[in-house]
């Protein structure tokens, strides 16, 4: 692995009254895929912008590869940054943009011209040398960017939502490339973005952010599995949270199965937890919408872990892979199910508007979360 | 439960495999290209229509009084009558007319040095007031305007008693001064509105990408804005050789400019060769703006 770590240690910054950061630790490793998540506001931008040299702590280190960088300007670092708008220069061709750091390094001209051209081959871009950057289209810009921000060969490379501005298909599609540049250069890449799912499909690790606090730092399996806070659990995909209390908790098969008291859903609910919990303790409970099952019969009980609730459904939404239900209980809770369309021949969107539908999950599949008092 | 739902495909082995919906057939009869409708709304295609006539007259307004001084430079006579066509009011200009000449290039070499002085400072002060947060900002902002609303009157009389005061002679350099001081809120102004719309990103783009302040400054920050520093360097140069009102009270013996000289002509009785001369100025400056503006437009093109 290429590359440096980055170590940010117990940074805080403040504008006015407003804590942007509040005592943030992260260590990101070496030649990682690391995404800052978090909601607008939270603070990942303003730690991007930390790392990169535009802004600096009220306190806190930030070490790269174990030296402290936080004396050095912005083009002292090893760091080369993405910007959210491009940030090309309007004045000059492709190939100059991209040329712009070689040229303040005084290279050579053969060998400028060689690694320019490399690099836009990489991204892609071998066609459009000469255009000026305004005759360019959205991913085309950021393209440039990102060969003009890999040419400087950066131990880290911070990317500050560079895909926000593009539409969907598109940012799908610089997604993946993004990963495969990665890949083949492998030095540490620092990804910002307030879009889940971007962070979730690239992310080697992924730290989730609010109110300017690190609240999870995981892989994109542990965060959307395993939400430390009800926060994260709602963050992250979607998901149906309750508040519950603790009735019983006994051991089972390594585990523990808890019994939960949920007022919403008008009765108590079996869900297994790693850690034992005190009967009584406040806790929310989640269980993702794919997670239930929903059926027209009543399914036949099997083993005594399978929570059953019997409702209607409210809102069927198709979108072609997968349904998702709005289903109303007895108690006018309403639940979001998500059934897939795996097998053209035998499922589909048999289940109707105001159909009578039952509605069930394991004990294992639902999750419970600590609720953090604040 | 409704009966007429779930009726049709039945479920028990499967369903039936869906039929394609037809498509709707495609459009018969001869294609041309699509032509967009008129717009009905604005256009107006009586030849007498209101705008037409409007425009006829301002355009008559505008130009009448040029085609009569451009007519009048051909004339034999010196008064308002026509009686024959003559070139000998362009023979005085070009051949008896040194005084004139002189304060040509008085104006001239005033209007060049004044200008590129007040870009270059007006240009930074924008540059420096956009780019630093400090206390005074907009002070020096307001202030800066000023030269721009007060009267011309107001700010001639305080130069020169301010050019007396400190005991500077009046001359060429005096007249650079004001000039310099006139021109600067209009480059501010210009330059100002530009860096509005200017990408602060990219400063932190190029920083980020190696370069120091010095060389974000003049390889990234000035030939991005050079279209709105160009062009305020030519506004520069008209308003300088066009000025009377400051000019007047700023001069001195021997620096006399061009508009100053004009109106001493005519305090003298209207000689044709001041029509004469301003065919010469027309046409000179006709050409200086068709092919700046070819200039101006390749800048804009590349930016």
């Known amino acids: 692995m290429k590359g440096f770590d980055v170590t940010v240690k117990d940074v805080s910054r403040a504008y006015g009254s407003f804590k942007a950061l509040d005592d943030v630790s992260v260590e ?60 090309l220069f ?27 051209r490399e690099y836009l081959h990489l991204v892609q871009l071998d066609d459009h040398v000469d255009k000026k950057p305004s005759m360019l289209s959205g991913g085309q810009k950021q393209r440039v960017a990102i060969a003009r921000a890999l040419i400087n060969e950066p131990s880290v490379l911070l990317l500050d939502e560079p895909l926000s501005a593009l539409d969907a298909k598109l940012r799908q599609n610089l997604l993946v490339e993004l990963d495969h540049l990665h890949d083949q250069i492998g030095i540490t890449f620092i990804y910002v973005t307030h879009d889940q799912s971007e962070a979730l499909s690239v992310s080697d690790r992924i730290a989730v952010m609010n109110q300017g606090k690190v609240l999870q730092i995981g892989t994109p399996y542990e965060i959307y599995e395993s939400p430390a806070t009800d926060f994260v659990a709602r963050f992250i995909g979607e998901t149906n949270l309750f508040p519950a209390t603790v009735l019983s908790c006994a051991p089972f098969e390594e585990e523990y199965l808890v019994s939960l008291d949920i007022p919403d859903l008008g009765k108590s609910i079996l869900v297994t937890d790693y850690d034992p919990l005190e009967v009584g303790q406040r806790v929310s409970f989640t269980i993702r919408p794919e997670k239930i099952k929903i059926t027209g019969d009543e399914p036949r009980r099997v083993g005594k872990d399978i929570n059953l609730f019997k409702g209607i459904v409210e809102e069927p939404i198709y979108s072609g892979f997968q349904s998702k239900y709005y289903v109303s209980l007895e108690n006018q809770t309403v639940l979001k199910v998500i059934q897939q369309h795996n097998n053209y021949m035998d499922e589909g969107p048999d289940i109707d508007w105001k159909d009578q539908v039952y509605v069930s999950w394991s004990a294992e599949d639902g999750y419970i979360v600590e609720v953090i008092d604040t | 439960m409704d009966s007429n739902k779930k009726t049709a495909p039945p479920k028990q082995n499967g369903k039936k495999r869906l039929v394609p919906t037809q498509l709707v057939s495609p459009p018969t009869g001869p294609q041309g290209p699509y032509k967009l409708p008129k717009n009905q709304h604005f256009s107006d295609h009586r030849r007498f229509g209101f705008s037409n006539i409007m425009l006829v007259l301002v355009i008559v307004f505008l130009f009448a009084p040029l085609i009569v001084v ?146 974000t400054l ?24 066009e ?52 200039f101006l437009k390749t800048i804009a093109a590349s930016s």
């Open chain 1, 28 to 87: 990101i490793r070496k030649g990682e895929f690391f995404s800052l998540l978090g909601p607008s506001g939270c603070g990942k931008t303003t730690l991007l912008r930390i790392i990169a040299g535009f802004d600096s702590p009220d306190v806190g280190t930030v070490l790269l590869d174990g030296k402290n960088i936080l004396p050095l300007p912005p083009d002292k670092r090893q760091v080369n940054t993405v910007f959210q708008n491009y940030a």
């Open chain 1, 90 to 116: 309007p004045h000059l061709s492709v190939f100059d943009n991209v040329a712009f750091p070689l040229r303040l390094k005084k290279i050579p001209v053969a060998k400028l011209q060689a690694k320019v």
């Open chain 2, 70 to 215: 451009i007519f009048y430079s051909f004339n034999e006579s010196k008064g308002m009558r026509w009686t024959g066509v003559s070139l000998k009011w362009y023979v005085q200009l070009f051949m008896e007319s040194e005084a004139l000449w002189k304060a040509f290039t008085n104006s001239f070499i005033i209007a060049i040095s004044s200008s590129i002085v007040a870009t270059v400072l007006g240009s930074l002060a924008s540059i420096g007031i956009k780019w630093y947060k400090f206390k005074s900002r907009t002070y020096i902002q307001i202030a800066s305007f000023l030269p721009m609303v007060l009267p011309e009157v107001i700010i001639g009389i305080s130069m020169l008693i301010f050019f007396t005061a400190v005991k500077i002679p009046l001359g060429m350099f005096t007249i650079f001064v004001a000039h310099t001081t006139f021109n600067i809120p209009f480059v501010f102004l210009l330059v100002s509105a530009r860096l509005d719309e200017f990408d602060f990103s990219i400063i932190e783009a190029a920083r980020d990408l190696g370069a120091t302040e010095r060389q």
């Open chain 2, 218 to 241: 003049f390889k990234v920050v000035i030939p991005s804005i050079m279209p709105a520093i160009v062009s305020s360097m030519l506004m520069s140069v008209t308003m300088s050789l």
């Open chain 2, 243 to 294: 000025d009377f009102v400051i000019t007047f009270f700023v001069s001195g013996p021997g620096s006399t400019t061009l508009p100053l000289y004009v109106y001493s002509m005519i305090r003298y009785g209207v000689s044709p060769v001041i029509n004469s001369l301003s065919l010469v100025l027309i046409l000179g400056i006709m050409i200086l703006a068709l092919s700046l503006k070819r």
